[in-house]
């Protein structure tokens, strides 16, 4: 019902930037929460940055003050702008929604994205 579609991944050097974007489609309702989560190689999926529709954001301590989170509600979108970027900071990179569909079987529930690599060379 939901699909998310993410870009802007891509190589990149330390101290370097990418923005990444996130587009929403679908029969969504509302979308209460979007924002992203990466996964590194042998690594568990973790938080990076998401914010909710009245706009309030929470980061990862690792990126506080490097990556910023902005979001669109009529345009269904959100974006992360990564700054001063660090080798560490290699992952794979998902877009997230929790969102609420129309019709029946619309309760709030988690969507994701495919996923985009980042890689930060040293």
């Known amino acids: 019902q939901v699909q998310l579609v993410e870009s802007g991944g891509g190589l990149v050097q330390a101290g370097g930037s990418l923005r990444l974007s996130c587009a929403a489609s679908?029969?969504?309702?509302?979308?209460?929460?979007m924002g992203w989560y990466r996964q590194a190689s042998g690594k568990q999926r973790e938080l990076v940055a998401i914010?909710?529709?009245?706009?309030?954001?929470n980061y990862a301590d690792s990126v506080k003050g490097r990556f910023t989170i902005s979001g669109d509600n009529a345009k269904k979108t959100v974006t992360l702008q990564m700054n001063s970027l660090k080798p560490e900071d290699t992952a794979v990179y998902y877009c997230?929604?929790?969102?609420?569909?129309?019709?029946?079987?619309?309760?709030?529930?988690?969507?994701w994205g495919q996923g985009t690599q980042v890689t930060v060379s040293s």
């Open positions: 997230k929604a929790d969102a609420q569909t129309y019709g029946v079987g619309g309760s709030n529930r988690d969507y």
């Open positions: 914010i909710s529709i009245d706009g309030n954001t």
């Open positions: 679908g029969s969504i309702r509302r979308i209460n929460v």
